[in-house]
């Protein structure tokens, strides 16, 4: 049985003056981009820019909405009912399609960004309102959720195609949620570590959690992080030994 990944990274988070990530190196390894729809980060001008890139590179074009947090990276919780969750997807799902369309590009996916991912999965109606606004938009659009989240569930009750996410370079918890960031082991530093992590995923369907009992954990798309010193190096790092593994990196079908 051949043992196949999609490989997705957060881009075009840059904005204004600012620039955040390695986005055109990066794109080489990857094959779905996650990009960021002008609320937690990104802008018109970065928005077009990185829609271009992927194309020339084919890599999955998703949107990654968050909240609307410029100041917290869209990684704090804000109080918004279900219904402003729906409003708020739509607007920036719809601001990436406009770009998809300018560059007869199609767009394959929707990832929910931080807070609101985190939110998603694990309150029931926010999922539902995310889901909804897909549905709305495009119900060809597959629904990137966290693996055994109400999100996933919310997809897939939708009638959307879901796709399970797991993390190369997060830790988990025993109920297979993500560790938090504040904590100091929530993040995994070495390539080979990271490479296990994903091996165990994708062949035996469980991950080891920080307690030390395996999970249960569907595995579709794996996360890599953008935005450390030495991103792209682990990226690469971590695709080749993925494929000396005998496992296929490729974009979802």
């Known amino acids: 049985m051949e043992r196949t990944i999609d490989l997705n990274s957060d881009m075009g988070e840059s904005f204004g003056a600012y620039t955040f990530g390695a986005d055109e190196s990066l794109m080489e390894y990857i094959t779905s981009a996650n990009i960021a729809c002008g609320a937690h980060a990104g802008d018109p001008n970065v928005m077009d820019k990185t829609v271009r890139m992927a194309k ?14 410029v100041a917290g990276f869209g990684r704090r919780m804000i109080a918004f009912s279900p219904e402003e969750i729906y409003r708020m997807t739509i607007q920036q799902i719809g601001g990436l399609q406009a770009f998809c369309q300018v560059h007869g590009v199609a767009m394959q996916h929707v ?9 998603a999965s694990r309150d029931a109606e926010v999922a539902r309102a995310i889901a909804s606004a897909v549905c709305g938009l495009d119900r060809s659009l597959i629904l990137f959720g966290l693996a055994g989240s109400k999100l996933v569930d919310a997809g897939r ?9 797991v993390f190369a370079d997060r830790t988990y918890q025993p109920d297979g949620s993500l560790t938090p960031r504040t904590e100091a082991n929530a993040m995994i530093e070495s390539a080979e570590a990271a490479v296990q992590q994903v091996r165990q995923m994708v062949e035996d369907g469980k991950i080891k959690a920080v307690s030390g009992e395996l999970v249960e954990m569907e595995a579709d798309t794996v996360c890599v992080h953008g935005d450390g010193p030495h991103a792209v190096t682990f990226v690469r790092q971590l695709r080749e030994m993925m494929e000396e593994a005998g496992i296929t990196v490729r974009r979802l079908k």
């Open 111 to 119: 990832k929910p960004h931080g807070a609101l991912y985190n939110l």
């Open 157 to 165: 009750e939708a009638g959307l195609r879901v796709a399970s996410e």
């Open 56 to 69: 020339e590179k084919d890599v999955a074009i998703g949107a990654h909405p968050g909240f609307p947090d």
